[in-house]
């Protein structure tokens, strides 16, 4: 098994290194009459499967005001089982199965995964399609995972790193969905109990077809893995709803913020500018993508000056989520002591300035696209790994093609792209600042 990992992870790594398609397994789309989308990636990872769904459905979709929260709701209600398969027989058939069964939500989209032996494929596909299907709640059942809910809400929130994604959100959004975090906005949150109806028609809404990709990985067969999908989900009726979410106008000025945090904690300043939606190949985003890495991560200049030498930070962390709709690249700065937060903003600020003005090395920006292939490769080391990374590109495309495109256009980004972009996107006019200072010792 060793060398197996070691001759797969070898052949990802060569053809990182080798400027071919960075996504070395081969893979079979399935289309269904009602819109089902099937993946199959056979791997040569003996008797290991991962099933990930993919709904296309996330925060961005919650678009009636006073109804956030629900797609990461149904992360949870789904557990709730139907008359089939209720909660104590959905678990046991996982743990006869040794199966690991778990969800995640984020802006774009809700993903269920599990990982089991291949002779549980079926059995696992079946149970999963009953549950797409036909989820039974009670109005009890319902209001008791909605305060579960909440009592998640109160545990994130009492994290200040939660509160300034929350408030950098609000400041950068007023219109689009994005204004509010996966979770929603706490008064919604508090109502959600009384929502039992809108539960039932949000799920479906969204919980169709159309909306989903089935996305299995491992030790499997593609006519085999497509005859069990039609047997279980090819049935299941396509649904008639699309969302009509709002676009965001440009923004009209600079942003900034100050939150103050009741207890003790180190000051952090989120620094913000509105870039544009995912696109494989638009040269917009990847600049973006490659300027997060060469401008701001841990082995950028900046990170070693700011945390390393100076030591007047202990994080710098760029984020620039792959988004449906424009979304913010940030870059979050953790600061040691408050009297250098202005000296460190004015820092960061001044190598978004840099980028405008000075055109990057041609050989370091070389360095960047292969560190952003070797990683990428690097991390799928198995079928889950795989799977999982995926997934996030199989809710903006539904097809695992579109990573291929995307880096096919981080190899054609220059130094002066590099400039041309960073002049687009960080201006004044689009940027947000947010600072958050802890409360006295």
Not at 89 to 98: R, V
């Amino acid at each position: 098994m060793r060398y197996l990992l070691a001759a797969v992870l070898s052949l990802s790594l060569a053809q990182a290194a080798s400027g071919s398609k960075i996504f070395p397994y081969p893979y079979k789309t399935d289309d269904y009459a009602n819109g089902l989308r099937l993946i199959t990636v056979p791997t040569d990872f003996p008797n290991v499967v991962a099933l990930y769904i993919v709904v296309q459905t996330g925060s961005r979709n919650e678009i009636e005001p006073g109804k956030t929260g629900f797609a990461h709701f149904f992360e949870h209600m789904m557990f709730r089982g139907t008359k089939l398969f209720p909660p104590e027989k959905y678990q046991a058939a996982l743990s006869a199965a040794g199966a690991a069964s778990n969800a995640f939500t984020s802006d774009d989209l809700t993903a269920y995964h599990m990982t089991f032996s291949k002779q549980d494929l079926e059995g696992m596909l079946r149970m999963e399609a009953d549950r797409f299907q036909n989820l039974d709640y009670s109005p009890a059942a319902f209001k008791t995972e909605a305060l579960a809910v909440l009592g998640e809400y109160n545990k994130n929130s009492a994290s200040p790193y939660w509160k300034l994604d929350e408030v950098t959100r609000a400041q950068a959004f007023h219109t689009h969905t994005y204004q509010h975090t996966t979770m929603g906005f706490l008064k919604d949150i508090e109502d959600m109990p009384n929502q039992f109806e809108y539960s039932r028609e949000f799920f479906n809404r969204y919980y169709r077809p159309e909306y989903t990709t089935i996305l299995v990985v491992g030790d499997v067969q593609p006519a085999q893995t497509r005859a069990l999908v039609e047997k279980y989900w090819g049935a299941w009726k396509r649904g008639i709803y699309k969302a009509e979410i709002p676009a965001e106008p440009p923004m009209n000025g600079p942003k900034t913020e100050t939150v103050k945090w009741p207890t003790p904690t180190l000051p952090l300043v989120n620094i913000a500018f509105r870039g544009p939606a995912y696109d494989d190949r638009s040269k917009d985003h990847a600049a973006l993508d490659i300027i997060s890495t060469m401008a701001f991560s841990s082995n950028s200049a900046l990170y070693r000056q700011l945390v390393l030498t100076e030591q007047k930070a202990d994080e710098l962390e760029p984020y620039y989520p792959n988004r449906r709709d424009p979304q913010l690249f940030e870059v979050l700065t953790r600061v040691k002591k408050p009297e250098d937060v202005k000296a460190v903003e004015e820092r960061v600020l001044a190598t978004f300035s840099s980028l405008k003005d000075t055109l990057v090395d041609a050989k370091e920006l070389a360095r960047v696209k292969q560190r952003l292939r070797y990683e990428l490769a690097l991390s799928m080391d198995n079928s889950e790994a795989i799977a999982r990374t995926l997934a996030g590109f199989i809710a903006l495309r539904r097809t695992p093609e579109t990573i291929n495109t995307l880096y096919e256009t981080y190899d054609k980004i220059t130094p002066e792209d590099i400039r041309d972009v960073a002049r687009k996107y960080f201006t004044e006019k689009g940027r947000v600042i947010v600072t958050l200072t802890g409360g006295a010792k």
